[in-house]
Every structure is written in structure tokens, then in C-alpha cells.
């Protein structure tokens, strides 16, 4: 996994909850925490931040990711605005992940390797995503999609239909968003 995971998760640790905690976490999963951006990491090590924050609040993993994908966003959108400037919805911007997000990613950290999605956008009420990744960080992308929805002053009422962790192909999330 890229540094700049790591990086983001550090900064809404902190923001959220102060510097001590981040380092108590590092700590609590025995890890050293000097990530660089642009460095590959062991999957295992956010795995673990991940399993040590649950732990210690109290809550399940996926709720941790959740929070994280959300938290994140506002973050993202501060270094990268041009790739939110173009857009005045959530579902706007996402539909961009494959075409111009992803890429832009892969140029910027050489060897990330970002989820792939499906969309199905027959419907006007309703964006449905398939979300494929060999990490099934579905939890994540979930929070990343509640993120985008409340930078553009809407609401995502996300509902999973599928999931790799119960031996789906892909995750499948059916979004319907509201101002």
C-alpha cells in the first residue's frame, strides 16, 4: 500500500484526536510510523493500525474504515482540488475514479494500486458501484463515498448489496444522494 494512505490516515487520527493518539496507536501495533508518500508499505501494517483503533474504541473494524474514508475526503480535496473543482455533485466526481482520479494516481505513486469500479447509472435516483480490490477495503470506499457526498453538501444513503467479504466477485453499493 502507498504512503500517502498512511499519510492520510495519520492526518485525521491527529486532527480528530491529537497527535499522542496517533503515536499510541503506532505503538499498540508495534509499528515505527515514518511513511512517505510516495513508499510501498505492507498491506498487514494498515491492517493492523486499523485492528488496534477498533480495539481500543471499541467499535468494528468497518466502522473505523468508515470513518476514515470520511475523514479523509476533506483532506484530499485540500491537496488535490483539481480533481473536485470540475464537479457540483458526489456522483459527478466519482463516476471520474477509473477515468481521471485513478490514473492521475498511478502517475503521481508509481506502483499504487487503486480499486477498480463499475458503475451502473441507468437510474437518475440511484448510482449503483462495483467496487473490486484485492485489499476489500469495501468499508473505506464506503466512507470515501459519504466524504465526497458531504463536501458537496449532500447526504449518501449507501445501501451494500454485495461483498467480497461474503465471497462476492465485487462489492456492489447502491447510492442515492440528497442536498
Same mark, same amino acid.
Given at each position: 500500500?502507498?504512503?500517502?494512505?498512511?499519510?492520510?490516515?495519520?492526518?485525521?487520527?491527529?486532527?480528530?484526536?491529537?497527535?499522542?493518539?496517533?503515536?499510541?496507536?503506532?505503538?499498540?501495533?508495534?509499528?515505527?510510523? /515514518?511513511?512517505?508518500?510516495? $513508499?510501498?508499505?505492507?498491506?498487514?501494517?494498515?491492517?493492523?493500525?486499523?485492528?488496534?483503533?477498533?480495539?481500543?474504541?471499541?467499535?468494528?473494524?468497518?466502522?473505523?474504515?468508515?470513518?476514515? $474514508?470520511?475523514?479523509?475526503?476533506?483532506?484530499?480535496?485540500?491537496?488535490?482540488? $483539481?480533481?473536485?473543482?470540475?464537479?457540483?455533485? /458526489?456522483?459527478?466526481?466519482?463516476?471520474?475514479?477509473?477515468?481521471?482520479?485513478?490514473?492521475?494516481?498511478? +502517475?503521481?505513486?508509481?506502483?499504487?494500486?487503486?480499486?477498480?469500479?463499475?458503475?451502473?447509472?441507468?437510474?437518475?435516483?440511484?448510482?449503483?458501484?462495483?467496487?473490486?480490490?484485492?485489499?476489500?477495503?469495501?468499508?473505506? /470506499?464506503?466512507?470515501?463515498?459519504?466524504? /465526497?457526498?458531504?463536501?458537496?453538501?449532500?447526504?449518501?444513503?449507501?445501501?451494500?448489496?454485495?461483498?467480497?467479504?461474503?465471497?462476492?466477485? +465485487?462489492?456492489?453499493?447502491?447510492?442515492?444522494?440528497?442536498?
Amino acid at each position: 500500500m502507498k504512503g500517502i494512505v498512511f499519510n492520510l490516515l495519520e492526518e485525521a487520527v491527529t486532527t480528530e484526536f491529537g497527535e499522542a493518539t496517533w503515536d499510541r496507536l503506532l505503538d499498540d501495533a508495534g509499528l515505527d510510523g /515514518a511513511y512517505t508518500s510516495l $513508499g510501498s508499505y505492507d498491506d498487514a501494517e494498515v491492517f493492523r493500525l486499523v485492528e488496534v483503533a477498533s480495539a481500543a474504541l471499541n467499535i468494528p473494524p468497518q466502522d473505523v474504515l468508515r470513518w476514515f $474514508g470520511r475523514r479523509a475526503m476533506p483532506i484530499l480535496v485540500q491537496r488535490y482540488p $483539481g480533481f473536485f473543482a470540475p464537479h457540483t455533485s /458526489a456522483r459527478s466526481f466519482l463516476l471520474t475514479l477509473n477515468n481521471l482520479i485513478h490514473p492521475e494516481v498511478r +502517475k503521481l505513486y508509481p506502483g499504487a494500486t487503486p480499486p477498480v469500479f463499475d458503475f451502473d447509472t441507468s437510474s437518475n435516483e440511484t448510482l449503483v458501484i462495483g467496487y473490486n480490490s484485492q485489499r476489500k477495503l469495501c468499508a473505506l /470506499a464506503e466512507g470515501f463515498m459519504q466524504g /465526497a457526498a458531504s463536501h458537496f453538501g449532500e447526504q449518501a444513503d449507501v445501501h451494500q448489496s454485495q461483498c467480497m467479504h461474503e465471497h462476492a466477485d +465485487k462489492c456492489v453499493f447502491h447510492v442515492r444522494f440528497a442536498k
